[in-house]
C-alpha cells in the first residue's frame, strides 16, 4: 500500500503562482510513477503532469506545460506541482497519484492505483 497526502492548495490571484506537495509512504517508491490530476466541478478529473521516480523526462498537459513543473525530492520522498502564471480555469480539485510502473506517460486515472484526498485550488480573476 501506498499512502498520498497533498499539501500547499489555497486561493491565489491569476498570474500568481502555487506549490503543491504530494508526501507519499508506504512503500519503496523508486518503481513507481506519480502523477498529478484536477478535477473541476463538472468536469472529468484530467492528466496535470507524470514523472517517474527513478528519473526520466516529465509529460505534461498541453494545457499546463511550460507554466508547471513536477519534480521528486528524494530527501523528503514527496512530488512537487509547481504552478506559475497561474489562469482562473486552473481552478480544480488536485489529486496526486501512483502506480507501480516505469512508464512515466500515464495519463488516464484509470492507469492509477493510489490516490490522495486532493487539495483545492482557487484562481481569481
Known amino acids: 500500500q ?3 497526502v497533498e499539501s ?7 498570474g500568481g503562482s502555487l506549490r503543491l506537495s504530494c508526501s507519499a509512504s508506504g512503500r519503496t517508491l523508486s518503481v513507481y510513477t506519480m502523477g498529478w490530476f484536477r ?6 478529473r484530467e492528466f496535470v503532469a ?6 526520466g523526462t516529465p509529460n505534461y498537459a498541453d494545457s499546463v506545460k511550460g507554466r508547471f513543473t ?10 512537487d ?11 480544480a480539485v488536485y489529486y496526486c497519484a501512483a502506480v507501480r510502473s516505469t512508464i512515466g506517460g500515464l495519463r488516464y486515472p484509470v492507469s492509477y492505483d493510489y490516490w490522495g484526498q486532493g487539495t483545492q485550488v482557487t484562481v481569481s480573476s
Open 70 to 79: 513536477i519534480s521528486r525530492d528524494y530527501a523528503k520522498n514527496t512530488v
Open 8 to 14: 500547499g492548495g489555497g486561493l491565489v490571484q491569476a
Open 39 to 44: 478535477q473541476a466541478p463538472g468536469k472529468e
Open 50 to 55: 507524470a514523472i517517474t521516480w527513478g528519473g
Open 81 to 91: 506541482l509547481h504552478m506559475n502564471s497561474l489562469k482562473p480555469e486552473d481552478t
Open 2 to 4: 501506498v499512502q498520498l
